[in-house]
Nanobody, 123 residues
Framework: QVQLVESGGGLVQAGGSLGLSCALS????????MGWFRQAPGKEREFVAT????????YYADSVKGRFTISRDNAKNTVYLQMNSLKPEDSAVYYC????????????????WGQGTQVTVSS
């Protein structure tokens, strides 16, 4: 059984930075493309970033491009999301996800999800 556990959320002022981590257990981490999504109250789940199984390919939502960086360490079974220049509109519950297929911005391309971690950006 695959488990994903996110950590690193919290409260930060606008313009600040936060780093999220997501650890995968139960299967071979390097087999999966990984993604980060977020969902704010009353809004649809939104794609944030994705990274290929090798880590060589990344893709970002336009809203976070240039501010967020996704990376992975296959030796540690962990994917990261470094968030800089945070804005109040980045406030949401952030979820990591693992998928068997190629990296994707579509949530339907992922097979496993974490429980989420809250990020709140104050103005």
């Amino acid at each position: 059984q695959v488990q994903l556990v996110e950590s690193g959320g919290g409260l930060v002022q606008a313009g600040g930075s936060l780093g999220l981590s997501c650890a995968l257990s139960g299967r071979t981490f390097s087999s999966y493309a990984m993604g980060w999504f977020r969902q704010a109250p009353g809004k649809e789940r939104e794609f944030v970033a994705t990274i290929s199984w090798s880590g060589r390919n990344t893709y970002y939502a336009d809203s976070v491009k240039g501010r967020f960086t996704i990376s992975r360490d296959n030796a540690k079974n962990t994917v990261y999301l470094q968030m800089n220049s945070l804005k109040p509109e980045d406030s949401a519950v952030y979820y990591c996800a693992a998928g068997f297929g190629p990296q994707s911005s579509d949530y339907r391309g992922y097979n496993y999800w974490g429980q989420g971690t809250q990020v709140t950006v104050s103005s």
